[in-house]
Each structure stands twice: as C-alpha cells, then as structure tokens.
T-cell receptor, first 111, second 113 residues
Framework: SQQGEEDPQALSIQEGENATMNCSYKTSINNLQWYRQNSGRGLVHLILIRSNEREKHSGRLRVTLDTSKKSSSLLITASRAADTASYFCATDRGGGFKTIFGAGTRLFVKA | DTEVTQTPKHLVMGMTNKKSLKCEQHMGHRAMYWYKQKAKKPPELMFVYSYEKLSINESVPSRFSPECPNSSLLNLHLHALQPEDSALYLC????????????FGPGTRLTVL
C-alpha cells in the first residue's frame, strides 16, 4: 500500500517558472525524502528533511515539512528543461528500513 | 565510488526460465534493497537486507528469491515468473541508518513472455 499521495499528478510549466509539488503521508515518520527519476531510469536523491525540521534548502530546491498536517512540499525555482522528470516523496513509516514512495508528480518543463 | 551497478540492463525471459538479476555497490553500505516499479507507478519495496541478512520481505511471491552473498553484492533469482511480473527492477543501497538516503542503480527492465 502507498504511504503517500502526491499532487499534482502531472505539471507542465515554462522554463524559468517555479514548480511546486505536494506530498501527504499517513503515519508518523522520522525522515521524508524527495527523489527524481528520469524516464525509465534509477532514482536520484534530492533532499532529506527530518521530522524535527520545517524547511530545508538545496540549490534551487526548497522543501517544507508540516508534521501536524502530515504533508511536505517541494519547490523548484527557476525551472529548466533538464528538470523534466518524475518526482517522488519517500517516507520511512515511523522508522526502520521500510521505505514507502508516494505516487509521484510528473513534471514537464517546456523550453 | 558512489555508484550502484545492475546487470543486465534488459532481460527477456519465458515463464519457465530461471534467471538472476545482479546488483553491486562499493560504498560500504550495509543495507540493500530490491524494488519493483511498473510503468508510471512509484517503486514498491520488495526486500531489504541488513548486514547481509534478510530483514524485510514485503510478502513477495516465492518465485522471487533474493540472495546477499556478501556486503557488496545483491542478487534476485527469478523462476517461473508471470507476464505481470514484467517491470523495472531497481536495486538500492544505504548506510545502516533507517530513513537514510538511498543510492539507486539504473535498474533492469524485465519482460516476461
């Protein structure tokens, strides 16, 4: 079963615009992570945010976490065509090695 | 070396065949994972090995048999698969730290005829 839901399922924007993706989850967590996947390839880790953190930045990425609402968002600023990919949130479901991925958001950035 | 390698890249097999998928990492990670991913779906956890011992089996059918011969290698033995088992199979590794960043291999695209 899936831990998280993500919205939107798909997002199409122009280069230079910002992209925001949201993730919700159901159980308590220790960490929440975001991954990117280019079509049919392996996943690449983007950023990890711990349950006691509210916001984290990495380059053009900004992640927020609201544990009271069991939700997180990923903001990509000044998007580029190369950002076109699927983005997944992943949680550890209260600790342990059982990683659950959200349904994912497919981002299309038009040049 | 921060790479996880997987072989083969593509595999086509019949329902009576026996084949194996291989995964290797040299980052000193002591947790290794197998995931199955269908098209346009998220990865689904199949197995987790911790210090070369199977620690999580997500109720995977016995036609999938994992093996961890040493701390760098992870195999997935396949036997009597069904067409619905066709998917991208991803291997990942991480430090032995629950919720740690996972490093993924490029995957094996499996087609069962």
């Amino acid at each position: 079963s899936q831990q998280g839901e993500e919205d939107p399922q798909a997002l199409s924007i122009q280069e230079g615009e910002n992209a925001t993706m949201n993730c919700s989850y159901k159980t308590s967590i220790n960490n929440l992570q975001w991954y990117r996947q280019n079509s049919g390839r392996g996943l690449v880790h983007l950023i990890l945010i711990r349950s006691n953190e509210r916001e984290k930045h990495s380059g053009r990425l900004r992640v927020t976490l609201d544990t009271s609402k069991k939700s997180s968002s990923l903001l990509i600023t000044a998007s580029r065509a190369a950002d076109t990919a699927s983005y997944f949130c992943a949680t550890d479901r209260g600790g342990g090695f059982k990683t659950i991925f959200g349904a994912g958001t497919r981002l299309f950035v038009k040049a | 070396d921060t790479e996880v390698t997987q072989t083969p890249k593509h595999l086509v097999m019949g329902m009576t065949n026996k084949k194996s998928l291989k995964c290797e990492q040299h980052m000193g990670h002591r947790a290794m994972y197998w995931y199955k991913q269908k098209a346009k779906k998220p990865p689904e956890l199949m197995f987790v090995y911790s210090y070369e011992k199977l620690s999580i089996n997500e109720s995977v059918p016995s036609r999938f048999s994992p093996e961890c011969p040493n701390s760098s290698l992870l195999n997935l033995h396949l036997h009597a698969l069904q067409p619905e088992d066709s998917a991208l199979y991803l291997c990942a590794s991480s430090h032995y730290d629950p919720g740690a960043e996972q490093f993924f291999g490029p995957g094996t695209r499996l087609t069962v005829l």
